[in-house]
C-alpha cells in the first residue's frame, strides 16, 4: 500500500495536469513541424530539394542544440527555485517566439527562433521532474508512463490539427495555433501542486573535499554519482538507438507501396503506431513499479531487433504495419523504464539537474544516429538503415545490462532500492 506524505499528497493532481498540459504542448508542436518543408517551399519560395534540405537539416540541429545545451540550465534552476516555476516560463516564453515563426520571411531568422523557442522549452523534461519529486517512489514508473501516453497523443492529435489548420487557414495561423495551445498549457501549469522545500546539504568532511577537488579541477561539470553519470551515457546510447531508423521510414513506406498509396499507408502506420505507444508507456510504466529494470530492457530490445529486421526485409504493407505497431509497444516503454531507475539512483534535490541533463544526453544520441544513419544510407540503402538500427539495438542490450548493474550497487540506489 502507497503511503502519502505531505510531498507526495497531490501527486494524482499533478499527474493528470501534466499530462494535459503535455498533450497541449505536444499537439502545437506537431501540428506545425511536420509541414516545415513545405513552408520553406511554399513561403520562402525554397524549390531546389538539396537546398530545401540543408535549411530542414539546419532548422531540426536547431532545435536540439536549444534543448541540449539549456535544459541542464533549466534543471538546475529547478532544483533551487522549484519545477513550477520553469515550467511556467518554458510554456509561456515557447508560446511568445514560436508563433514569430509565422511571420519571417528570411531562413536565418526562422532557424534562430526555433534555437530560441527550444532553449526556452524543456516542459517535458521538466514535467518528468515534477512527477518524480511529488509522486511516490512505488507509483513513479506508471507516472512516468503515462506521461508518454501524452507524447504519442499529441504528435497524432497535433498532425492531425495542422494538416487542417494549414489546408483551411495557412502556415501563419498554424503557427499562432501553435503558440495559443503553449498559453492554454501554461494556466494549467498554474493549478499543479509543487510541494517544493530548499534542501542544503550539510556540510560534511567528504563534501567538502568534493567541493576543494572540483573548485582545483575548475570542473563545469555538476558533482553528480559515478551511478548518475553512468545512467546518462545510457540516455545517450538509447537515443541513438531509438531514432536510428525514424527519418527513413516514410522512405521505407514508399518501397513498398504504389506512389498514389504512399501517404496514405503512412497515416494509416503512424496511427497503428501512436496507438501502441499509448498503451505501451502506461503498462510498461506500471510494470516499471514491479519489476527490476534489465528484466525489462532485455526482451523489450530483443523483440525490437526482430522487429527491425522484419521491416527490412518485408515487401508487405500489412507485414510492415504489424512489425512497426510491435516495435512502438514494446520499445515505447524504454524511456519510462530508464527514468524510474535514474529517479532511485538520484536524491530529490538534485532530480530536476540530472533529467535536464538526461534530456540533453538523448538530444546528443539523435544528433549523432543522424549522422551514422545518413551515411548507412548513402552506403546501403534505405533498407541498410533498418538492419544497421537492429544491430545497434543488440549492442545496446549488454552496455544497458552492465550499466543498470553499476547503477544499482550504487550506495545510494541499496538505501532506496524499491525491491528490497
Known sequence: ?????????????????????????????????????????????????????????????AGVLGYAIFNPIWG???????????????????????????????????????????ACAGTTAASQTLLVKNTPEDKQGFALGTLSTAVFGGSALGNMLGGMMVHYYGYTSTFVLCGALYFVAGFVVLFAKDDFKPEWKKKTEESMYVKKIRRYRNSPLPGFTIGVWLLLLLFLAAGFVRTFDVPYFPMLVELITEPKETVLWITIISTCVTVGALVSGAILGYVADRVKPFYLIIPVMLITVVMLVIQGMTESRWVCCISRTLLYIFAGGLYPVLQKLLSCTTPKRKRGSVFGWSSTASNVGNICSTVVASWVLLGFGVRGVFYAAAVASILFIPLAIWIIRKAMSQPFYQAHSPWK
Open 1 to 61: 500500500m502507497t503511503t502519502l506524505t505531505a510531498d507526495t499528497l497531490h501527486w494524482k493532481r499533478n499527474l493528470f495536469l501534466m499530462w494535459f498540459s503535455q498533450l497541449l504542448v505536444l499537439t502545437g508542436f506537431a501540428a506545425v513541424m511536420p509541414f516545415i518543408p513545405l513552408f520553406l517551399k511554399e513561403s520562402f519560395h525554397i524549390t531546389n530539394d538539396g537546398e530545401r534540405g540543408t535549411y530542414v537539416a539546419m532548422f531540426s540541429i
Open 76 to 118: 538546475a534552476l529547478s532544483d533551487r527555485f522549484g519545477v513550477r516555476p520553469m515550467l511556467l516560463r518554458g510554456t509561456f516564453v515557447t508560446g511568445i517566439f514560436f508563433p514569430l515563426m509565422g511571420f519571417v520571411h528570411q531562413v536565418w531568422l526562422l532557424v534562430l527562433l526555433r534555437f530560441i523557442s527550444a
